[in-house]
């Protein structure tokens, strides 16, 4: 009788086998190549980090330009609105002739003005002699616009007189 045929099971084993010797061994991969794509990996965010830095400063610097641009710009308006202030401030409040007259009718018989100023910030500052300060305060309180004075400082002179010292108020 004629031999067995071999099995399905016998040709794959001898197949793999021959697949086996014929196929090459792999080979062990370099460090190096390893190594390298790691500090690639590890570059990454820190390249982006000193790239943003860079642009930061770049940005920075551009924008201290417009800045600078800009103050040079808006100075001339600056001034015109500071200009516009002092000079609606200064129409507000009633003129020094006015207040002086005011002050001739609400002073007692006794007090003399000594001066009377208005300063570039528009605040009227007046001095007034006078024997008796609290007699002084209370004439001047009867009037509305002088009782919105309010009194910043005080002396007495050589002939026992007061001079007591007024300012409109800030």
Same mark, same amino acid.
């Given at each position: 009788?004629?031999?067995?045929?071999?099995?399905?099971? %016998?040709?794959?084993?001898?197949?793999?086998?021959?697949?086996?010797?014929?196929?090459?061994?792999?080979?062990?991969? %370099?460090?190096?190549?390893?190594?390298?794509?790691?500090?690639?990996?590890? *570059?990454?965010?820190?390249?982006?980090?000193?790239?943003?830095?860079?642009?930061?400063?770049?940005?920075?610097?551009?924008?201290?330009? *417009?800045?600078?641009?800009?103050?040079?710009?808006?100075?001339?308006?600056?001034?015109?609105?500071?200009?516009?202030?002092?000079?609606?401030?200064?129409?507000?409040?009633?003129? *020094?002739?006015?207040?002086? %007259?005011? +002050?001739?009718?609400? *002073?007692?018989?006794?007090?003399?003005?000594?001066?009377?100023?208005?300063?570039?910030?528009?605040?009227?500052?007046?001095?007034?002699?006078?024997? %008796?300060?609290? +007699?002084?305060?209370?004439?001047?309180?009867?009037?509305?616009?002088?009782?919105?004075?309010?009194?910043?400082?005080?002396?007495?002179?050589?002939?026992?007189?007061?001079?007591?010292?007024?300012?409109?108020?800030?």
């Amino acid at each position: 009788m004629s031999e067995p045929r071999d099995s399905l099971t %016998d040709r794959l084993a001898r197949r793999a086998a021959r697949a086996a010797r014929a196929r090459p061994a792999l080979a062990v991969p %370099d460090m190096r190549l390893t190594l390298a794509l790691a500090g690639v990996v590890a *570059l990454g965010p820190l390249l982006t980090i000193v790239g943003a830095q860079v642009l930061r400063g770049g940005v920075e610097a551009d924008n201290r330009v *417009l800045e600078m641009q800009l103050r040079s710009r808006t100075a001339p308006q600056l001034a015109r609105g500071e200009a516009a202030a002092v000079l609606r401030d200064s129409v507000r409040q009633p003129a *020094l002739a006015p207040t002086l %007259d005011r +002050l001739a009718r609400a *002073l007692p018989d006794d007090a003399r003005l000594v001066s009377a100023a208005r300063g570039a910030d528009g605040h009227v500052q007046i001095e007034i002699s006078a024997s %008796d300060p609290d +007699l002084l305060r209370g004439a001047l309180r009867r009037d509305p616009l002088l009782a919105a004075m309010r009194e910043s400082g005080q002396r007495r002179t050589q002939d026992a007189r007061v001079v007591v010292t007024l300012r409109t108020r800030a």
